[in-house]
C-alpha cells in the first residue's frame, strides 16, 4: 500500500515505505506480518543467516558442492514477490578492510554470494552495510568488481547521514566526521558506477542545512529512519522534529523512499494498540501512518511542475534556430510562455513612450523591426505596447524559417495588420533594410544568455538601427554555478566519449545539489556601435562552499541567464533574480530558457584536480 497521495493529488509516481527486518527463515510468514498487517510495502530484510560464516562451514568439513544451509528456498515466493516486496539486506558483520584476515576473506566470500543470490531472487535492491571504520578501499574494489557484472540489481549503500562541526567525535562510533566523504571515496573507487546507489541512516541529529543540501545532487534511494528518531506527540504518537520532516519532505520531492527501523519506543495510549476488529496492529504501524501523513500533507505538485516531471534531470540537446528551422511544436511552446510576451510588451511599451513624446504621438510613427519573428508573438506583444501607449508604429517583422513566414502570413491576414506589419522572408545577415529602425527587438537568448544568435546575430543586425536607436534586450549576462548532479553525470557518462562531456546541455535541473551562489560570467550590450567592441571575453571565477557544507563534489556548472530588457524590464532564469512563472518547455524539444550543464562534469581526474583549486 502505497504512502497515499501527494497533496490530494493522483500521481503516477507512488511513494512507498519499507521496513527493516531481522533474518527470518519463513519468508512469508515476514511479509504477513509487515506487509499484510502492518501495511508496509516491502521489507528491508537479510538474505543470509548472521551466523554464517564461510570459514565456519569449511572448519566444520562441508565442501563447496553443497548447499548453503543459511537461507530459506526462492520457491516460498513467486520471483514478482521477492521482486516488489524485499530488499536484500547484505549482512552487516561483514568487514573488507578488517586486519583480520579470516573475517575479511569471509566477508568478500559472503558479499559476492549474497550478492549472488539476490540476483538469482530477482530483487531490485540489496543494501550494502556501512563500511566500517574510514577506509573502504577494499570493500569499494569487490563492489566495484561486482558491479561489472551485475544485472538489473541495484546497490544501495548504507551511510549514516552525519557531518560533525569537526570537533566532536560524536559523529559515528567510529569517529567519522563527515559521511559524505566515506559515500564519495566509495563511489569514485566504483566509477560512478550508476547501479551504485545510497540509502542514509536518517539519525536523531541532522547536520547543517548546507550539509543536506549536498545529498539532494546524490544517488539517494532509501532515506532509513530509527525510531529513535522520532519525537513524541501530546498523545503519545510518534512525530518528527520540524527539520526532519522538511528533510524527509525534500526526500519525497526526490523519489528517496523512507524506510521505518527499529523497535517501537513510543508508548501509544491505551487501546491505540489494536484496530477496531480488535487484532493487534503492527508495533510499528503508527510510524507508517505518521510517514503516509508527511507525503499526503504535501502541497500537490503545481500543474507545469508536473507536465514537465518528464523533464526533471534530463539531457536535452539545445536548439540550434540558425542551423535547422524550428518546428510548429516548438514555436508553440515557445508562445505558451506568456510571461515572457507580457516582459517583451512592458518594454516595447517604455521605450516608444521614451521614443515618442506624447505631443508628437499622433504625428511620428516609429519604426520596429522584430528580427527573428517566428510565428509572430513579439510582432503581436509590440503592436500592443504601440496601443497601449496611443503610439503609431510600422513593424517590419524578419524570419528566415519559410515554414514561420507561412504563419507570419495568415497571421497579419487574420489580424488585419496589412497597413502595419512588412514581413521578410529573409536571413537577418543578408537583408537590405530600406529604412532605419527606432526600435529593434529579439529574442535570440540561450539558457546561458548566448548560446543560440546573440550576441553575433544581433551586432549584424544594428546596422538597421538609427545612431540612437533602442535594442530590446538591451543587455544580457550569463551566470554560472557549480552543482553536484550524480544522475545528469552517469548520463553523460554513458555515452562514453568526451564530445558529449563537453556538450551544454539544457536540463530541467532538478536533483542537484547548487553548492554556491551563482556568478555572473559575460555581459552584452546593444546596440553595440564602437568600433573598438569586440565579443571575445574571458572569465576566472572563485567559488566559496558555505563553511558548514563540509566537501562536495562538482559534477558539472549549472548555466543562466538575465537579461535588461529595456531600462527596469527584465527576464531571467538566474535562480535569485529570475521572472516568475516563466518556462519554455516542451514534450518533445529541447529549449531554451532551462538551466544547462555546461561543459565537462567534473568527476574525472584532471578536471577535478582544476576545480579543487578553484574551491
Ligand atoms: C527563439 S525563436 C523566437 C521566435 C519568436 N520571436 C517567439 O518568441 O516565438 C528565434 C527565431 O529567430 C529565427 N532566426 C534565427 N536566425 C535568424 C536569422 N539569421 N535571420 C532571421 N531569423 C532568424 C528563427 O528561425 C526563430 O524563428
Not at 516486496?85 to 568487514?95: C, E
Not at 510600422?394 to 502595419?420: I, Q, R, S
Not at 563553511?547 to 527584465?570: C, E, I, N, T
Amino acid at each position: 500500500m502505497p504512502l497515499g497521495e501527494r497533496g490530494g493529488w493522483e500521481s503516477s509516481e507512488s511513494m512507498y515505505c519499507g521496513v527493516e527486518t531481522d533474518f527470518s527463515d519463513d519468508v512469508p510468514s515476514l511479509l504477513s506480518f509487515h506487509i499484510s498487517t502492518g501495511g508496509f510495502d516491502y521489507v528491508l530484510a537479510p538474505l543470509m543467516n548472521p551466523s554464517y560464516r564461510p570459514s565456519l562451514v569449511e572448519a566444520n568439513g562441508s565442501s563447496d558442492t553443497q548447499a548453503l544451509p543459511v537461507s530459506g528456498s526462492d520457491l516460498v515466493l513467486a520471483p514478482s514477490q521477492w521482486s516488489s516486496h524485499v530488499v536484500g539486506k547484505v549482512s552487516s558483520w561483514i568487514d573488507l578492510d578488517s586486519e583480520d584476515k579470516v573475517l575479511r576473506m569471509d566477508s568478500e566470500t559472503t558479499l559476492k554470494q549474497e550478492i549472488a543470490w539476490a540476483t538469482h531472487l530477482s530483487l531490485q535492491a540489496c543494501l550494502l552495510p556501512t563500511p566500517k571504520g574510514t577506509s573502504c578501499a577494499n570493500y569499494a574494489r569487490c563492489v566495484n568488481q561486482i558491479l561489472q557484472g551485475l544485472g538489473n540489481l541495484q546497490l544501495w549503500l548504507r551511510v549514516p547521514l552525519v557531518k560533525s562541526d569537526g570537533d566532536s567525535m560524536d559523529a559515528t562510533s567510529e569517529g567519522l566526521n563527515d559521511s559524505w566523504e566515506l559515500w564519495n571515496s566509495f563511489r569514485l573507487l566504483c566509477e560512478h558506477d550508476s547501479k551504485l546507489s545510497v540509502a542514509l541512516d536518517v539519525m536523531s541529529n541532522l547536520p547543517s542545512e548546507t550539509s543536506l543540501g549536498r545529498w539532494m545532487g546524490e544517488s539517494v534511494r532509501a532515506a532509513i529512519i530509527s525510531t529513535d528518531s522520532f519525537l513524541t506527540n501530546a498523545r503519545g504518537y510518534p512525530c518528527l522534529s520540524k527539520r526532519h520532516q522538511k528533510l524527509i519532505a525534500g526526500f519525497f520531492d526526490h523519489a528517496v523512499q523512507v524506510v521505518v527501523s527499529g523497535k517501537l519506543v513510543h508508548n501509544l495510549q491505551k487501546g491505540s494498540d489494536s484496530n477496531t476488529e480488535g487484532t493487534q496492529r503492527h508495533p510499528l504501524r503508527s510510524y507508517l501512518d505518521y510517514v503516509a501523513y508527511l507525503f499526503q500533507k504535501m502541497e500537490p505538485l503545481p500543474e507545469q511542475e508536473r507536465i514537465e516531471l518528464g523533464y526533471r534531470d534530463f539531457l536535452q540537446a539545445p536548439l540550434q534556430p540558425l542551423m535547422d528551422n524550428l518546428e510548429a511544436q516548438t514555436y508553440e511552446t515557445f508562445e505558451r510562455d506568456s510571461i515572457k510576451y507580457i516582459q517583451y510588451q512592458r518594454a516595447v511599451a517604455k521605450a516608444l513612450v521614451d521614443r515618442v513624446p506624447d505631443e508628437k504621438a499622433s504625428e511620428l510613427t516609429t519604426v520596429l523591426m522584430v528580427v527573428g519573428a517566428g510565428r509572430g508573438p513579439l510582432v503581436r506583444a509590440s503592436l500592443q505596447a504601440a496601443e497601449e501607449t496611443d503610439r503609431k508604429l510600422k513593424v517590419y517583422a524578419v524570419e528566415k524559417n519559410p515554414n514561420a513566414v507561412v504563419t507570419l502570413h495568415n497571421l497579419v491576414k487574420m489580424e488585419g495588420w496589412e497597413d502595419m506589419v512588412t514581413i521578410i522572408s529573409c536571413d537577418m545577415r543578408f537583408w537590405t533594410a530600406p529604412e532605419k529602425a527606432d526600435i529593434l527587438v529579439s529574442e535570440l537568448l540561450g539558457s546561458f544568455g548566448d548560446n543560440e544568435l546573440s550576441p553575433e546575430c544581433l551586432d549584424g543586425a544594428q546596422r538597421f538601427l538609427k545612431p540612437d536607436g533602442i535594442s530590446i534586450p538591451s543587455s544580457y549576462t550569463s551566470f554560472i554555478q557549480p552543482v553536484t548532479a550524480s544522475k545528469l553525470y552517469n548520463d553523460v557518462k554513458a555515452h562514453k566519449d568526451l564530445a558529449h562531456f563537453e556538450t551544454p546541455y539544457v536540463v530541467k535541473l532538478h536533483s542537484v545539489a547548487r553548492l554556491a551562489p551563482s556568478q555572473p560570467v559575460f555581459t552584452f550590450a546593444h546596440p553595440n556601435f564602437s568600433t573598438k567592441a569586440n565579443n571575445q571575453r574571458y572569465k576566472k571565477l572563485r567559488f566559496n562552499l558555505p563553511s558548514d557544507a563540509g566537501s562536495a563534489l562538482v559534477h558539472g556548472f549549472a548555466g543562466y541567464f538575465d537579461s535588461v530588457l529595456y531600462k527596469d524590464v527584465h527576464l531571467g532564469i538566474e535562480p535569485t533574480t529570475e521572472t516568475p512563472n516563466m518556462f519554455s518547455c516542451s514534450i518533445s524539444d529541447a529549449q531554451h530558457q532551462w538551466p544547462f550543464l555546461l561543459g565537462r562534469p567534473l568527476g574525472s581526474e584532471d578536471t577535478e584536480t582544476s576545480l579543487g583549486l578553484m574551491m
